[in-house]
């Protein structure tokens, strides 16, 4: 057994008041990958400073923290020096930690860059940081810290804002470079930040202790049937675009986002709209509502057109059709309280409710989503996450819908409290039998919850199954790359998604396809069917592949 | 946890304000100024007391023309977003552009044609603040209008005029009032720069760019100083309480 790279013993840190870390005691093996989850304020962060040296101020530290060789930090926003190149900030780390000159830091940098598979490495060390886009901005960041040689490596939430497409397969390619190398490499990150997944050694960071980390005991799992009957929402060719200008000829150019979809929705069942940020899912339920105008096709509630609906028919049907919001906080007005943003939407929606039963609705609808009455007389602005997840829950829920749009519902929550308002979302849908438009970019918990699934991409379906075949036997390598990910597991795309602005010919997904051959950039595929329900928009989907990896 | 009586969001606005500790000072030199300022005939003679009186001229014509350029600013940044995309561009551009010319010297240009009346001045000076006014207007009204809450406000089946009754007016009003701010001290400086070149408020007015021109051709050092140090201090203070206002609209808790 060699010695541990980095050790800690009955490691405390403790304000004088609080104790925020308690006698944690771990080592990193060389070559090991260790992640350290945790819910928001656990004591991530400051563990990682404190590993790397670098203690916050005002604490005070007990224990010990042996490390060997080169320690290197990567910050939680991964931050670059927004005034010089990214050449620049290669040769001034370089030059600081292995005294390297400009010509040899630039030849490790390209390497480190292209060891994270950035293409045309040399000229991006002429970039600037802003003009780097976000995968690209994270592949730098780890590729200066790879360059610069360290023997441990500590990463607080890397790569977090990314898609967990493009993340696993960072955090993967991470790994693996700790596994080349023989350096110890530790993640941290919320649970849903997808850093066990290259790790070795999970470890959980609970209230300042530290514990093996098990999944979660209690998930949100929809266990019942389908259920069959005719559509009561119907979507038809739908079409979302938005104006972006002219081109000097004098032409209109739009940005599709929505390119013809259609979908239907039967009572009391629950659609998972799956796809990477960008694929138009999130743009997809906003037109359902009409929140974003549509620039064509239909949108039809119990028969009934929307697109064309008078102001008051479709008051009507927003009675019927609610929406909830990836950031519940942000969609309360935060200059009133809660209860009188309640009182507007029963009394635009409600109206065949006097204005005294107003109060006993809204105190039977808090009981449901178990909040207090007190949270009536509350500002936004105090609301916990969960606090105001629930209370987005409960606004949506006031005038008595038949229909619940979720756009990841549960963005703001982490680990339990995730899985705590998923449960309580899937028991109300149970007893108020709601039918449930779930989008979301976790293939892991859209298939646990929905029925069926569309898989977007670039506005369009590409995969349509119920979620029990689609997560046993995808066959898009789009659908594949995102339960892989939300697996943990490496998704076999490569390259980041190409610009909505300038979309590739014939299928959306070829520059980044496993199996894109030439005949893929002259044709869109068309969906075909697989099987009884069961539809596939690839041209290969028959060549089962080598994408498993 | 705080009671929630004292969580509103003004009261959370005012905390942000008192915790801006800039603001806090210029508005306690403001608040002397507008104390010392109507009292200072009371004081008798003196190099101080007579700045201070010339305070009155120069203080109420900022307060007048800065009330006019601000609200002028706030309804052309307004128009802009209301009218639709070409006008916004048109409008917008306009602004832009008339907020990179040296405006104080159209001031001068029309005092200096049209001889010094005081309708005239306010209005010249107001026009030289409207501009950024506007441009801060519109920036602020179209971040407002990207807020979540406005769709869910949809969501809940309220009517556009509602939203913008409900939701839209009141929380562009602490961003809008900061906005209008930053016309006051615009003003104070156009005055006190065309006063000081004897372009400004009309003879028997009393000003600070006034006093300092007479100051000046006396070649009296110790002249010069009163009414220059009470016009940098309110300066100051304008400034610094402008810049408090802007933390408390745009801050979060």
């Given amino acids: ?549 | 946890m705080r009671s929630p009586a004292t969580d509103t969001p003004w009261h959370m606005a005012s905390r942000r304000l008192t915790a801006h500790r800039p603001a806090v000072a210029g508005l306690a030199v403001l608040a002397a100024l507008a104390l010392a300022v109507p009292a200072a005939p009371l004081l008798g003679g003196g190099v101080v007391a007579d700045a201070l009186s010339a305070g009155q001229g120069s203080l109420a014509f900022a307060l007048l023309a800065g009330l006019i350029g601000g609200g002028a600013g706030v309804v052309w940044g307004t128009l802009a977003v209301a009218l639709g995309q070409r006008a916004e561009r048109a409008m917008m551009s306009l602004a832009n552009r008339l907020m990179g010319l040296p405006l104080v010297l159209g001031v001068l240009l029309a005092s200096g044609l049209a001889g010094r009346g005081l309708g005239l001045l306010a209005g010249m000076v107001a026009l030289t603040a409207a501009p950024a006014v506007a441009v801060l207007t519109q920036g602020e009204l179209r971040s407002l209008l990207r807020r979540e809450f406005l769709t869910a406000a949809q969501a809940s089946g309220l009517s556009g005029r509602a939203i913008l009754r409900r939701h839209i007016a009141p929380n562009a009003a602490l961003p809008l009032a900061a906005a209008a701010w930053t016309a006051l001290p615009r003003a104070l400086a156009a005055e006190s720069f065309a006063s000081l070149l004897g372009l400004g408020l009309p003879d028997g007015v009393p000003s600070w760019g006034g006093q300092l021109a007479t100051a000046v051709r006396l070649g009296d050092p110790l002249a010069v100083a009163p009414p220059a140090l009470l016009l940098a201090l309110s300066l100051w203070s304008l400034c610094a309480i402008g810049d408090g206002l802007r933390a408390a609209a745009g801050g979060r808790p």
Avoid at chain 1, 73 to 101: I, K, N, S, Y
Avoid at chain 1, 329 to 336: E, I, K, R, S, Y
Avoid at chain 1, 362 to 382: K, N, Q
């Fill in chain 1, 1 to 549: 057994m060699s010695t541990p790279l980095l050790e800690a013993e009955a490691l405390s840190i403790h304000t004088g008041r609080d104790i925020l870390l308690d006698r944690l005691s771990f080592a990193v093996n060389p070559a090991e990958v260790l992640s350290i989850t945790g819910a928001a304020g656990s004591g991530k962060t400051l563990l990682l400073r404190t590993l790397a040296g670098l203690p916050a101020p005002g604490a005070w530290i007990e224990g010990e923290v042996r490390a060997q060789g080169r320690r290197l930090l990567v910050t939680q926003d991964g931050a670059l020096t927004p005034h010089l190149t990214l050449g620049a900030q290669f040769a001034e780390l370089l030059a600081h930690h292995l005294g390297l000159d400009e010509r040899a830091a630039r030849q490790r940098a390209v390497a480190a860059l292209e060891h994270l598979h950035v293409s045309a490495a040399a000229r991006r060390l002429a970039l600037y940081p802003h003009e780097l886009s976000e995968p690209m901005r994270w592949r730098a960041v780890l590729a200066l810290a790879l360059a610069a040689e360290p023997t441990v490596l500590l990463a607080d939430a890397p790569a977090a804002s990314l898609d967990p497409t493009l993340r696993a397969r960072l955090l993967d390619e991470l790994a693996g470079w700790a596994r080349e190398t023989g350096a110890a490499l530790v993640l941290s990150g919320r649970p849903e930040d997808g850093v066990t997944g290259p790790a070795t050694r999970a470890l959980n960071l609970d209230r300042g202790r530290l514990t093996e980390s098990t999944p979660p005991t209690e998930t949100a799992v929809n266990g019942e049937a389908p259920p069959p009957g005719p559509p009561i929402l119907s979507v038809r060719e739908l079409r979302v675009a938005f104006p972006l200008g002219r081109t000097w000829r004098g032409e209109d150019r739009w940005l599709t986002v929505v390119d013809g979809l259609s979908f239907g929705l039967a009572e009391g069942e629950i659609l998972t709209l799956l796809g990477e940020s960008g694929s138009g899912k999130s743009v997809l339920a906003r037109a359902v509502l009409r929140l974003v105008p549509p620039a064509g096709g239909q949108v039809a509630w119990m028969a009934r057109d929307l697109a064309t609906a008078p102001p008051e028919a479709m008051r009507r049907a927003r009675r019927d059709l609610q929406m909830l919001f990836p950031d519940p906080a942000a969609a309360l007005d935060p200059g009133q309280t809660i209860g009188a943003q309640f009182d507007e939407t029963l009394e635009a929606l409600r109206p065949d409710i006097p204005a005294a039963g107003r109060a006993r609705v809204i105190g039977d609808t808090l009981r449901e989503v178990g909040l207090p009455d007190s949270v009536l007389t509350r500002f936004p602005a105090t609301l916990a996450p969960l606090e105001a997840a629930r209370a987005g829950l409960a606004r949506a829920l006031l005038p008595g819908p038949r229909l619940l749009v979720c756009d990841e519902p549960a963005a703001t929550l982490s680990g339990v409290e995730r899985e705590t308002f998923l449960t309580l979302l899937l028991e109300l849908r149970r007893t108020r039998r709601l039918s449930l438009l779930h989008a979301t970019q976790d293939a892991d918990t859209g298939l646990r919850l929905g029925h069926r699934a569309l898989v977007l991409l670039s506005g369009r379906v590409v995969e349509e199954a119920d979620c029990a075949t689609l997560a046993a036997d995808a066959r898009h390598p789009y659908s594949r790359a995102l339960i892989a990910a939300a697996e943990a597991r490496r998704p076999a795309l490569h390259g980041d998604p190409p610009s909505a602005l300038r979309p590739p010919s014939g299928c959306p997904l070829r520059l980044r396809c496993p199996r894109a051959r030439d005949y893929c950039a002259q044709a869109i595929p068309p969906l075909d069917e697989v099987s009884p329900g069961h539809r596939v928009a690839c041209h290969y989907w028959d060549t089962n592949g080598s994408d498993a990896a």
